[in-house]
């Protein structure tokens, strides 16, 4: 409770005014926590809460409560808000526990009345489950605890009760187990260590198989082993174990497993975990009674055959999922095919695995009939638990189920076509992030066939991938750079490896489950990932794995395929994803509904071709460095930079030279001013084949090309072996080439000589790109280029630019006769420009927003030194996100709004677009559509992604 304390020592009466006032905001506060409710009961046909309440009651409660009100069949109990939990945390449990108990109380009291039992006593025990459950679904939190309320007293009742000894006995010693477990603190082993005990002395294997004194001797072990490692004995109270039971779910909320699991999930704004009070059904009290879990639809493919799930016979709670028995199959046809890949056979399966549908035919019927009622009431595919106990059947949960990407697609389309769904919904049900997996190559079905399996590892993240291996991250990023693809395997992956994980096409570890770190980071990024393959064994230091009796060598090709886990020995072919039927389906309704365009970021005919596959209007950033690092370009742009600093001196001394001096320099200037002009020269049939084949490519959509960008250091050897081979090449000494290496270096090069800045030194480098871009429009039919001028900050920049493009543009018109439409823009990337919009608008037929380089300049954030710091950032929550990855909109996003507003101001149908690496995340395509950009544009394989984000942006814009 809030405690009020005034001092009387003041008695001024403005000091008295204050206080007054302070007292009665307490007092209002205090009401407002006193008028809360914080307990609400569900069962018997009717509800106090209902599904929309999810934020309050957590989504399994909330879930219980709607079934309840729905009329199916869930045993009653009670839901303790997560506004409980959230007072939990700041007034803790004593304060929140006081706050509570009347209506503890009172609920307890109903549902003794409701189900005619009495929780702590006999002749009808009440037994509970306790139960936890947040508005997103969590692993990571408390565990369940059932059988609540059992003591020595309420067993005796039990057994009086069910004449099922053996039943009590199996549930009681549950109980200590799970309460010992989950409430005092207390490890697995401490348990399983007795249990095996009592199971090797007797030579019994499975936990049914266990009788009434094996039991009993088991949970006199147990209470002993809770004694000792605890040091209290195991409370007896329940209505001790019940509030126990309660704190130890709130408190749940805060272990540092939970933290990290919201952390990892991007989870925010959450108010706490609810508790869910929930009257005892055994599945454990006969082969009558059964336990389950089931999907409504397959998770993995999203097909509506047959009713996927799996049951236990006289098993409780988790029993199905922790793997102790075989679980059998829902539907006989299920179990057919389970047999099938297990190669049991069908006699086998009818005796020994029978499907419910055949085991229990007329529970099944009602509960196929209740999937068919879920699946209509929530239209979403359900993940659904139930216990059958003595032939009656339980609805104990069911939430939308978690589905692969594939499944996403398919069950989107098909709910829409069913008329369950609108077209809006099916396309906001597929997560545009989620895409990334389907859009990655897929194994050759035959090809896959034939290859030679080495091991199967744990499907970690989908995909295919085929690489040479290398056992570290190191040599990932080396393989990279050659562009080799490779295919990194470590025994297990740590933070470290990032770079090479970035750089790989397939991760392999030997070490760690579905949840390790090498399996999410991979799923993270898209990648292809087999982990825990723990039959091979990985020596860094020869630079191998061995695996039965194959040794696999550095070098050596390798194929992964990440939704089976299997590794194959050498090459296996892959083949590009099939963009149609329901994934075709839900693009084509994406671009029904968006309202913004959506480009690639392209620099190859091949890029360029596989996004206009992937549905891209054309291109917003056509990089034109790239170029010029292939085949043997290199050379002449080294030709060039070997003498451009000399031309521009001279040309510069030659400004204020007159006479004789200025013949000198003219001849000085001859040799190495052809030298420049052939370098060019060279440059130019290059530079307009590459333009030619991307022009084709695209087809008459959009082009924007933007003219040379980085510094010229950067096409230059920094390494001893290359400066030689460079030397060598050119018929230069080795420290010339070193010369002109250190007289390009610059302290700080994203802030150095480049973008524009480069065309306005050297402004044959601009004419000869312009060139190149025309003359290639020129030749290929329904070109639509657009030259972007790149790192302006003020508008002079850009139009001496223009004018030098505008010449050029001219030119070419006349030399061909033909009239080519060029729209002339630049890059909005140094904060200078976005301020100066306006007047840069003047010049600019169109905006294309750089955020990578906004985002250095505009937060004074290297982009290359950065990494070590920021990450302390996000977690201290200086920064939400890396805002390298997603837009910072509160501070660069502004500048972004304020360059759109101003541009527009000045030229009202500027064309406005971006092209950072930002054009590719959902929730910066949402930002980009609400202020009113044409466009976004990103990689080839984001592109669907885009697509789909400008959709949700839009549909989510007119609710
Ligand atoms: P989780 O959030 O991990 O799914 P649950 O609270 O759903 O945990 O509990 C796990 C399992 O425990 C359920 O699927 C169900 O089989 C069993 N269980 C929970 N409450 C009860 C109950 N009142 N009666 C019988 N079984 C229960
Ligand atoms: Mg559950
Ligand atoms: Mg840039």
């Given at each position: 409770m809030?405690?009020?304390?005034i001092?009387?020592?003041?008695?001024?009466f403005?000091?008295?005014?204050?206080?007054?006032?302070?007292?009665?905001?307490?007092?209002?506060?205090?009401?407002?926590?006193?008028?809360?409710?914080?307990?609400y009961?569900?069962g018997?046909?009717?509800?106090?809460?209902?599904?929309s309440?999810?934020?309050?009651l957590?989504?399994?409660g909330?879930?219980?409560?709607?079934?309840?009100?729905?009329?199916?069949p869930?045993?009653?109990?009670?839901?303790?808000?997560?506004?409980?939990?959230?007072?939990?945390c700041?007034?803790?449990?004593?304060?929140l526990?006081?706050l509570?108990?009347?209506?503890i109380?009172?609920?307890?009291?109903?549902?003794?009345?409701?189900?005619?039992?009495?929780?702590g006593?006999?002749?009808?025990p009440?037994?509970?489950?306790?139960?936890?459950?947040?508005?997103?679904?969590?692993p990571?939190?408390?565990?369940?605890?059932?059988?609540?309320?059992l003591?020595?007293?309420?067993?005796e009742?039990?057994?009086?009760?069910?004449?099922?000894?053996r039943f009590v006995?199996?549930?009681?010693?549950?109980?200590?187990q799970?309460?010992?477990n989950?409430?005092?603190?207390?490890?697995h082993?401490?348990f399983e260590?007795?249990?095996?005990?009592?199971?090797?002395a007797?030579?019994?294997?499975?936990?049914?198989?266990?009788?009434?004194?094996?039991l009993?001797?088991?949970i006199?072990l147990?209470?002993?082993?809770?004694?000792?490692?605890?040091?209290?004995?195991?409370?007896?109270?329940?209505?001790?174990?019940?509030?126990?039971?309660m704190?130890?779910?709130?408190?749940?909320?805060?272990?540092?497993?939970a933290?990290?699991?919201?952390?990892?999930n991007?989870?925010?704004?959450?108010?706490?975990?609810?508790?869910?009070?929930?009257?005892?059904?055994?599945?454990?009290?006969g082969?009558?009674?059964?336990?389950?879990?089931?999907?409504?639809?397959?998770p993995?493919?999203?097909?509506?055959?047959?009713?996927?799930?799996?049951?236990?016979?006289?098993?409780?709670?988790?029993?199905v999922?922790?793997?102790?028995?075989?679980?059998?199959?829902?539907t006989?046809?299920g179990s057919?095919?389970?047999?099938t890949?297990?190669?049991?056979?069908?006699?086998?399966?009818?005796?020994?695995y029978?499907?419910?549908?055949?085991?229990?035919?007329v529970?099944?019927?009602?509960?196929?009939?209740?999937?068919?009622?879920?699946?209509?009431?929530?239209?979403?595919?359900q993940?659904?638990?139930?216990?059958?106990?003595?032939?009656?059947?339980?609805?104990?949960?069911?939430?939308?189920?978690?589905?692969?990407?594939?499944?996403?697609?398919?069950?989107?389309?098909?709910?829409?076509t069913e008329?369950?769904?609108s077209?809006?919904?099916?396309?906001?049900?597929?997560?545009?992030?989620?895409l990334?997996q389907?859009?990655?190559?897929?194994?050759?079905k035959?090809?896959?066939v034939?290859?030679?399996?080495l091991?199967?590892?744990?499907?970690?993240?989908?995909?295919?991938?085929?690489?040479?291996?290398?056992f570290?991250?190191?040599?990932?990023?080396?393989a990279?750079?050659?562009?080799?693809?490779v295919i990194l395997?470590?025994?297990?992956?740590?933070?470290?490896?990032?770079?090479?994980?970035?750089?790989?096409?397939?991760?392999l570890?030997?070490?760690?489950g579905m949840t390790?770190?090498?399996?999410?980071?991979?799923?993270?990024?898209?990648?292809?990932c087999v982990s825990?393959?723990?039959?091979?064994?990985?020596?860094?230091?020869?630079?191998?794995?061995?695996?039965?009796?194959?040794v696999?060598?550095?070098?050596?090709w390798?194929s992964?395929?990440?939704?089976?886990?299997?590794?194959?020995?050498g090459?296996?072919?892959?083949?590009?994803?099939?963009?149609?039927?329901?994934?075709?389906?839900?693009?084509?309704?994406?671009?029904?509904?968006?309202?913004?365009?959506?480009?690639?970021?392209?620099?190859?005919?091949?890029?360029?071709?596989?996004?206009?596959?992937?549905?891209?209007?054309?291109?917003?950033?056509?990089?034109?460095?790239?170029?010029?690092?292939?085949?043997?370009?290199?050379?002449?742009?080294?030709?060039?930079?070997?003498?451009?600093?000399?031309?521009?001196?001279?040309?510069?001394?030659m400004l204020?030279?007159?006479?004789?001096?200025?013949?000198?320099?003219e001849?000085?200037v001859?040799?190495?001013?052809?030298?420049?002009?052939?370098?060019?020269?060279?440059?130019?049939?290059?530079?307009?084949?590459d333009?030619?084949?991307?022009?084709?490519?695209l087809?008459?959509?959009?082009?924007?090309?933007?003219?040379?960008d980085?510094?010229?250091?950067?096409?230059?050897?920094?390494?001893?072996?290359?400066?030689?081979?460079?030397?060598?090449?050119?018929?230069?000494?080795?420290?010339k080439?070193?010369?002109?290496?250190?007289?390009?270096?610059e302290?700080?090069?994203?802030?150095?000589?480049?973008?524009?800045?480069l065309?306005?030194t050297?402004?044959?480098?601009?004419?000869?790109?312009v060139r190149?871009?025309?003359?290639?429009?020129?030749?290929?039919?329904g070109?639509k280029?657009?030259?972007?001028?790149p790192?302006?900050g003020?508008?002079?920049?850009l139009?001496?630019?223009?004018e030098?493009?505008v010449?050029?543009?001219?030119?070419?018109?006349?030399?061909?006769?033909?009239k080519?439409?060029?729209?002339?823009?630049?890059?909005?990337?140094?904060?200078?420009?976005?301020?100066?919009?306006?007047?840069?608008?003047?010049e600019?037929?169109?905006?294309?927003?750089?955020?990578n380089?906004?985002?250095q300049?505009?937060?004074?954030?290297?982009?290359?030194?950065?990494?070590k710091?920021?990450?302390?950032?996000?977690?201290?929550?200086?920064?939400?996100y890396?805002?390298?990855?997603?837009?910072?909109?509160?501070?660069?996003?502004?500048?972004?709004k304020?360059a759109?507003?101003?541009?527009?101001?000045?030229?009202?149908?500027?064309?406005?677009?971006?092209?950072?690496?930002h054009?590719?995340?959902?929730?910066?395509?949402?930002?980009?559509?609400?202020?009113?950009?044409?466009?976004?544009?990103?990689?080839?394989?984001?592109?669907?992604?885009?697509?789909?984000?400008?959709?949700?942006?839009?549909?989510?814009?007119e609710?």
């Open positions: 809030i405690i009020v304390s001092c009387h020592s003041e008695i001024d403005y000091g008295w005014f204050v206080k007054i006032k302070a007292l009665k905001i307490l007092l209002e506060m205090e009401k407002d926590i006193m008028s809360k409710k914080y307990v009961f569900f018997g046909g009717q509800s106090e809460g209902s599904a309440l999810k934020n309050l957590g989504g399994k909330a879930n219980l409560a709607d079934m309840a009100e729905l009329g199916l869930v045993p009653p109990g009670f839901t303790v808000t997560t506004e409980a939990c959230s007072e939990y700041t007034l803790g449990k004593e304060s526990f006081d509570i108990k009347p209506e109380d009172d609920a307890l009291a109903k549902l003794e009345e409701t189900t005619n039992k009495t929780f006593k006999g002749p009808k009440l037994l509970v489950s306790v139960r936890s459950g947040a508005a997103v679904s969590m990571g939190m408390m565990d369940t605890v059932l059988n609540l309320g003591n020595d007293e309420t067993v009742a039990m057994i009086a009760l069910t004449n099922n000894e006995m199996d549930s009681y010693r549950r109980f200590i799970m309460f010992g989950v409430v005092m603190g207390m490890e082993h401490d260590t007795q249990l095996d005990k009592v199971k090797s007797t030579g019994k294997v499975l936990d049914t198989d266990l009788d009434v004194d094996d009993k001797e088991v006199k147990y209470k002993a082993v809770v004694k000792e490692v605890s040091g209290e004995d195991f409370p007896t109270d329940p209505m001790e174990q019940l509030w126990r039971g704190a130890a779910v709130f408190g749940s909320w805060n272990n540092p497993r933290i990290k699991y919201r952390q990892l991007d989870i925010r704004s959450l108010w706490g975990t609810a508790v869910n009070v929930q009257t005892m059904v055994f599945g454990n009290s082969d009558n009674s059964a336990t389950g879990v089931a999907f409504t639809r397959d993995s493919t999203g097909a509506n055959e047959y009713f996927y799930g799996e049951y236990l016979i006289n098993a409780q709670g988790e029993d999922v922790a793997g102790i028995r075989t679980p059998q199959q829902i006989k046809a057919r095919a389970w047999a890949s297990q190669s049991v056979s069908e006699d086998v399966r009818g005796s020994e029978p499907s419910l549908e055949e085991a229990m035919p529970v099944f019927a009602e509960l196929d009939a209740i999937r068919d009622k879920l699946e209509k009431h929530y239209k979403d595919m993940d659904i638990e139930f216990t059958i106990e003595d032939g009656t059947l339980y609805m104990l949960q069911t939430r939308n189920g978690k589905r692969t990407a594939q499944a996403a697609v398919k069950i989107a389309y098909d709910l829409k008329g369950l769904i077209e809006k919904e099916a396309v906001l049900r597929v997560e545009p992030k989620q990334d389907l859009l990655h190559p897929v194994f050759v035959e090809s896959e034939e290859a030679k399996t091991t199967v590892g744990l499907p970690a993240s989908p995909g295919a991938a085929t690489g040479q291996v290398v570290s991250a190191d040599a990932a990023e080396a990279k750079a050659e562009g080799r693809s395997c470590r025994v297990e992956t740590s933070p470290e490896d990032i770079g090479g994980m970035d750089a790989c096409c397939g991760i570890t030997a070490r760690g390790s770190h090498a399996a999410v980071v991979a799923r993270g990024m898209g990648k292809c825990g393959a723990g039959d091979i064994s990985v020596d860094y230091e020869a630079g191998q794995f061995i695996v039965g009796d194959s696999v060598k550095d070098g050596e390798l992964l395929n990440g939704s089976t886990g299997a590794v194959y020995l090459k296996v072919d892959t083949v590009d994803p099939a963009l149609d039927g329901a994934f075709g389906s839900i693009m084509e309704l994406a671009d029904k509904y968006r309202k913004i365009g959506v480009r690639t970021n392209a620099d190859s005919p091949k890029d360029a071709e596989v996004a206009v596959k992937f549905g891209a209007e054309g291109i917003g950033l056509c990089r034109t460095e790239h170029m010029f690092f292939e085949g043997d370009r290199i050379t002449s742009v080294r030709k060039l930079i070997l003498v451009a600093e000399e031309v521009k001196e001279l040309r510069k001394q204020y030279a007159e006479g004789k001096e200025k013949a000198a320099l001849a000085k001859a040799i190495p001013l052809s030298q420049y002009n052939e370098a060019l020269a060279e440059l130019l049939p290059l530079q307009r084949e333009f030619t084949g991307i022009f084709k490519a087809g008459g959509l959009p082009c924007t090309v933007r003219l040379l980085p510094p010229l250091h950067e096409f230059l050897p920094h390494e001893v072996k290359g400066q030689e081979d460079m030397a060598k090449d050119m018929g230069l000494t080795l420290a080439v070193r010369h002109l290496v250190d007289s390009l270096h302290f700080n090069p994203m802030l150095g000589h480049r973008g524009c800045r065309g306005i050297y402004p044959e480098v601009t004419q000869m790109q190149a871009i025309v003359e290639a429009a020129a030749s290929v039919e070109s280029p657009e030259i972007m001028v790192l302006v003020n508008v002079k920049e139009k001496s630019q223009k030098i493009i010449a050029t543009i001219k030119e070419v018109e006349a030399e061909t006769g033909k080519i439409d060029v729209k002339i823009g630049t890059m909005i990337e140094v904060p200078r420009a976005a301020i100066t919009a306006d007047e840069i608008a003047e600019a037929e169109f905006f294309s927003f750089g955020t380089d906004l985002t300049m505009g937060c004074g954030f290297s982009r290359d030194d950065a990494g710091f920021l990450g302390d950032y996000v977690e201290k929550g200086i920064y939400e890396d805002p390298f990855a997603v837009l910072d909109q509160s501070g660069i996003g502004k500048l972004v304020y759109v507003d101003a541009g527009r101001k000045t030229r009202p149908n500027i064309k406005l677009g971006i092209c950072g690496e054009g590719g995340d959902p929730a910066s395509v949402e930002f980009c559509c609400n202020i009113g950009l044409d466009y976004v544009s990103c990689s080839p394989y984001r592109v669907p992604i885009a697509r789909l984000a400008a959709a949700h942006a839009a549909i989510k814009a609710k």
